[in-house]
């Protein structure tokens, strides 16, 4: 079976519920430091079902030279089965500063049935170029044993004043029937974003000789967005957070989720940052977008950051009404500066007929900052 890969991040959203995907800042000029000098060092995240006297566990740990630059980061999942994900990204820097250079490494080990172990592997080497101090590009190669060799390519200009004018992204690959994986668009596939006074004010599909101009936006925020048979919708409340998101079968509802919000800044206020890398953008490569948390929800036109509360998820799951499906209520503690500690996470899963041994999952995060002031 394959799976289909979205490489344009334009519907990650509903991946992205604990505090460290939702934290992320919105300054349009760089991210050159972290918004305090806390660091935020290692994440570590356990899942233990209700019916399970085992639980999985994912950790994330940042490394950091002298200056305070990220220099690596490394992430594990494993499960009581041995099956687990590993990746790494390397950075490397230019003589003043600048990111120059990242490696992505990921391999996943999977259980088979019969005893036996299925390896899988992904690689991506990405190249950055600066011009007056700003990402004017960026160069992304990459392949695997369950991915195509893929090429993006990304491009920015700024106004006189260094503000975000454009930035436009094209991706091509070769296609390869015996990947696991596919592109969700065709090569040579194109997306641009225009700015204005630091807001979003156009966005742009291309493929082949057919363009289209997929968002609705107001003020900045994107409040619609149409895709192929369908749309979907964004609500969000006076903080500019995301509150509400609607998916739309033609003009039937399909699904949707809600965000309450409590108070106290995200793990990833704390973030590493790079110096002229525009923090706005949204065709920034995944090297970036997965240590920084910088994808849809709750950043740039998706509204601002915020530390979850509750979430909860409906969908048309027998073919008629809308129903409850996913009910998560998050409990936070801050650490002196404000900052999310740890996190405890009751997921309830309402399905109709789920049997309550398996209706519950016990979620733990735990954040571990460094060089705090």
Same mark, same amino acid.
């Given at each position: 079976?394959?799976?289909?890969?979205?490489?344009?991040?334009?519907?990650?959203?509903?991946?992205?519920?604990?505090?460290?995907?939702?934290?992320?800042?919105?300054?349009?000029?760089?991210?050159?430091?972290?918004?305090?000098?806390?660091?935020?060092?290692?994440?570590?995240?356990?899942?233990?079902?209700?019916?399970?006297?085992?639980?999985?566990?994912?950790?994330?740990?940042?490394?950091?030279?002298?200056?305070?630059?990220?220099?690596?980061?490394?992430?594990?999942?494993?499960?009581?089965?041995?099956?687990?994900?590993?990746?790494?990204?390397?950075?490397?820097?230019?003589?003043?500063?600048?990111?120059?250079? =990242?490696? #992505? *490494?990921?391999? +996943?080990?999977? %259980? !088979?049935?019969?005893?036996?172990?299925?390896?899988?592997?992904?690689?991506?080497?990405?190249?950055?170029?600066?011009?007056?101090?700003?990402?004017?590009?960026?160069?992304?190669?990459?392949?695997?044993?369950?991915?195509?060799?893929?090429?993006?390519?990304?491009?920015?200009?700024?106004?006189?004043?260094?503000?975000?004018?454009?930035?436009?992204?094209?991706?091509?690959?070769?296609?390869?029937?015996?990947?696991?994986?596919?592109?969700?668009?065709?090569?040579?596939?194109?997306?641009?974003?225009?700015?204005?006074?630091?807001?979003?004010?156009?966005?742009?599909?291309?493929?082949?000789?057919?363009?289209?101009?997929?968002?609705?936006?107001?003020?900045?925020?994107?409040?619609?967005?149409?895709?192929?048979?369908?749309? =979907?919708? #964004? *609500?969000?409340? +006076?903080?500019? %957070? !995301?509150?509400?998101?609607?998916?739309?079968?033609?003009?039937?509802?399909?699904?949707?989720?809600?965000?309450?919000?409590?108070?106290?800044?995200?793990?990833?206020?704390?973030?590493?940052?790079?110096?002229?890398?525009?923090?706005?953008?949204?065709?920034?490569?995944?090297?970036?977008?997965?240590?920084?948390?910088?994808?849809?929800?709750?950043?740039?036109?998706?509204?601002?950051?915020?530390?979850?509360?509750?979430?909860?998820?409906?969908?048309?799951?027998?073919?008629?009404?809308?129903?409850?499906?996913?009910?998560?209520?998050?409990?936070?503690?801050?650490?002196?500066?404000?900052?999310?500690?740890?996190?405890?996470?009751?997921?309830?899963?309402?399905?109709?007929?789920?049997?309550?041994?398996?209706?519950?999952?016990?979620?733990?995060?735990?954040?571990?900052?460094?060089?705090?002031?």
């Amino acid at each position: 079976m394959k799976t289909v890969v979205h490489v344009n991040y334009r519907l990650a959203v509903a991946l992205t519920l604990h505090g460290l995907i939702i934290g992320c800042g919105q300054k349009q000029t760089e991210v050159s430091k972290a918004e305090t000098d806390c660091r935020l060092q290692q994440v570590i995240v356990t899942r233990k079902p209700g019916n399970s006297t085992t639980a999985s566990t994912e950790q994330t740990s940042y490394v950091y030279d002298a200056q305070g630059r990220v220099t690596g980061t490394t992430f594990t999942n494993a499960d009581a089965s041995g099956s687990g994900v590993r990746s790494s990204v390397t950075y490397a820097y230019n003589a003043d500063g600048f990111l120059d250079r =990242s490696e #992505y *490494q990921w391999s +996943s080990q999977a %259980r !088979l049935g019969s005893g036996g172990v299925q390896n899988y592997t992904k690689t991506a080497t990405t190249r950055y170029s600066y011009t007056n101090r700003r990402l004017t590009g960026y160069t992304v190669e990459s392949s695997g044993t369950i991915v195509p060799t893929m090429t993006l390519k990304a491009a920015y200009t700024y106004t006189a004043s260094g503000e975000l004018m454009t930035e436009s992204l094209t991706t091509t690959y070769q296609y390869d029937p015996a990947v696991k994986e596919i592109p969700s668009v065709p090569s040579g596939f194109q997306q641009s974003w225009t700015y204005s006074g630091g807001k979003l004010t156009d966005y742009v599909e291309k493929s082949g000789s057919v363009e289209t101009h997929p968002y609705t936006i107001q003020n900045g925020l994107v409040t619609r967005y149409a895709f192929q048979g369908g749309y =979907s919708t #964004y *609500q969000y409340d +006076s903080g500019q %957070r !995301l509150t509400k998101f609607e998916s739309f079968s033609g003009n039937t509802l399909n699904h949707y989720y809600t965000f309450e919000y409590s108070e106290g800044k995200p793990a990833l206020a704390a973030r590493p940052g790079f110096t002229g890398v525009p923090d706005a953008a949204m065709a920034l490569p995944a090297d970036i977008l997965a240590l920084t948390g910088r994808i849809p929800a709750g950043r740039g036109p998706f509204g601002q950051p915020g530390v979850v509360k509750r979430y909860r998820f409906y969908a048309n799951y027998t073919g008629g009404e809308v129903i409850p499906l996913t009910d998560m209520v998050y409990a936070s503690q801050l650490n002196s500066q404000g900052f999310v500690g740890s996190q405890t996470i009751d997921m309830r899963d309402l399905t109709p007929g789920m049997p309550a041994s398996m209706a519950t999952t016990a979620i733990t995060e735990t954040y571990t900052y460094s060089n705090c002031r």
